[in-house]
C-alpha cells in the first residue's frame, strides 16, 4: 500500500509546491504519493509562483508543470499525513476536522525537524526569502524521507 502525503500551505504557489517537489525528488513513487494543495482558493489552476519555480530548478528539481488546487474535506480520507507550512494552516485545517483520527493527520512540517522554529514562513512579499524556505522544506523532507526508508 502506499504512503499518500499532503503538503498544505496558504496559496499553493509558494511553499506546498516546493514541498511537494523536494519530497518527490527524495522517495520512490512507486510506494510514496505525494501531492500539494492551498487552504485558500485565490490561484486555482495557476502555476507555482515563478520564484518558487527558480528555487527548485536551482537544485535540479522541475515544479513548473504543478497546478494549483484548493484543499478539500475528502483530502482528510485520501492522505494519511497532512504537513502544513505555518500554524495558520494548522488552524484552518484542524477546523475542517471531523474527528481525532483526521486531526492526528495534520502535523507542522518542521514538527519533523530540530529546528528551532516551527513554522516555514510565507515567502510571497519576500523575494530573498525563498533560498530560506527550500532549506527549512529540505531539511524536513530529508527527515521524512529516511522515516519512509526511502
Ligand atoms: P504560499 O504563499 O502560501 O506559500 O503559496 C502565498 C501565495 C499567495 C498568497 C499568499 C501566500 N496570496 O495572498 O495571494
Do not use: W
Not at 509558494?14 to 487552504?39: F, H, M, Q
Not at 485545517?93 to 510565507?122: A, Y
Request: negative net charge; charged residues 30%; aromatic residues 8%.
Amino acid at each position: 500500500m502506499k504512503t499518500n502525503i499532503l503538503m498544505v500551505c496558504l496559496g499553493n504557489i509558494c511553499r506546498s509546491p516546493l514541498a511537494e517537489g523536494i519530497l518527490k525528488n527524495k522517495v520512490n513513487s512507486n510506494s510514496v504519493y505525494i501531492d500539494s494543495a492551498g487552504t485558500g482558493g485565490y490561484h486555482i489552476g495557476n502555476s507555482p509562483d515563478p520564484r518558487s519555480i527558480a528555487v527548485a530548478k536551482k537544485y535540479d528539481i522541475d515544479i513548473s508543470e504543478q497546478k494549483c488546487r484548493q484543499f478539500k474535506i475528502e483530502d482528510f480520507d485520501k492522505f494519511d499525513t497532512i504537513y502544513v507550512m505555518d500554524l495558520n494552516n494548522y488552524n484552518n485545517i484542524t477546523k475542517l476536522t471531523r474527528d481525532q483520527n483526521q486531526k492526528e493527520k495534520v502535523k507542522l512540517l518542521l514538527s519533523e525537524t530540530d529546528l528551532e522554529t516551527k513554522e516555514v514562513p510565507d515567502p510571497y512579499h519576500d523575494d530573498n526569502g525563498f533560498e530560506h524556505v527550500y532549506q527549512l522544506i529540505d531539511n524536513a523532507c530529508s527527515t521524512i524521507a529516511d522515516k519512509l526508508g526511502e
